[in-house]
């Protein structure tokens, strides 16, 4: 009954910016984490950027210092500030939640928005 809902993908020049939104409705005990995945054809889904609910942040070597994860927990929200981006950031990028259901935490995942970074 958890529901993730993102926006923000499109195309964008090399070079450019864009900002991804996801938010999270539904049944939430607790949030543990919400962070970013990206998946191209023929690959397994990897993670971007994580942050949990006390701010700490992972990132993936590759978009360090271009990007950057923001959360508000009260509005089960997380951004994803892209700068700087690449033809290999091209990818359907997709929002993970990590949901405390007793005695474990489960993942949630949203539908995907599709990044294309092209000239």
């Known amino acids: 009954q958890v529901q993730l809902v993102e926006s923000g993908g499109g195309l964008v020049q090399p070079g450019g910016s864009l900002r991804l939104s996801c938010t999270a409705s539904?049944?939430?005990?607790?949030?543990?984490?919400m962070g970013w995945y990206r998946q191209v054809p023929g690959k397994e889904r990897d993670l971007v950027a994580a942050?949990?609910?006390?701010?700490?942040?992972n990132y993936a070597d590759s978009v360090k210092a271009r990007f950057t994860i923001s959360r508000d927990n009260a509005k089960n929200t997380v951004y994803l500030q892209m700068n700087s981006l690449k033809p290999d950031d091209t990818a359907v990028y997709y929002c993970?939640?990590?949901?405390?259901?007793?005695?474990?935490?489960?993942?949630?995942w949203g539908q995907g928005t599709q990044v294309i970074v092209s000239a």
């Open positions: 993970n939640l990590k949901n405390r259901e007793f005695p474990s935490v489960r993942d949630y």
């Open positions: 539904g049944y939430i005990l607790r949030i543990n984490s």
């Open positions: 942050i949990t609910s006390g701010g700490s942040t």
